[in-house]
């Protein structure tokens, strides 16, 4: 094994042994436990359900889209899956604190319906840059 390798691992567990002793000695029992449910339901969701799709979609464009445009479509759809994953929790927790709590007072559904064009609109740029390159370079007339 490289010394980086060595070193970066060594580095995690010593992080993993900070937080679980910072957890251990700071957190209360019945609070521990809820975090512990937690975990175990992300993992539930992530294994169960995020994976299983994001391989079934990857499987699916694999068969039905062109080598080229589907790096962009994947692209596109990682970013499109981070930032609803993000946006879900704050779109259905909006108005459920008091107005102090600003952050929930968003239009989150707004805001994600902005990312996600946003985000559409860079990847179809970029794809077509892409597909205008080649022509570009061909062309002896450009300026």
């Given amino acids: 094994m490289k010394a980086g390798r060595i ?4 580095a ?8 679980v002793f910072r957890l251990a000695t700071e957190v209360p029992l019945a609070n521990l436990i809820w975090i512990l449910i937690w975990m175990a339901g992300a993992i539930v969701i992530h294994d169960g359900i995020l994976s299983p799709t994001v391989i079934s979609v990857g499987w699916l464009l694999r068969r039905h889209v062109p080598d080229r445009p589907r790096r962009y479509l994947q692209f596109a759809l990682i970013m499109a899956g981070l930032v609803t994953v993000i946006a879900i929790p704050m779109i259905f927790l909006r108005g459920s604190q008091p107005v102090v709590k600003a952050m929930l007072l968003r239009n989150y559904g707004a805001n994600l319906s902005l990312i996600l064009t946003l985000v559409a609109v860079l990847t179809l740029a970029l794809y077509a840059a892409r597909v205008a390159r080649p022509v570009w370079r061909s062309n002896p007339h450009r300026e």
């Fill in 7 to 10: 070193i970066l691992a060594a």
């Fill in 12 to 19: 995690g567990l010593l992080l993993l042994a900070f937080g």
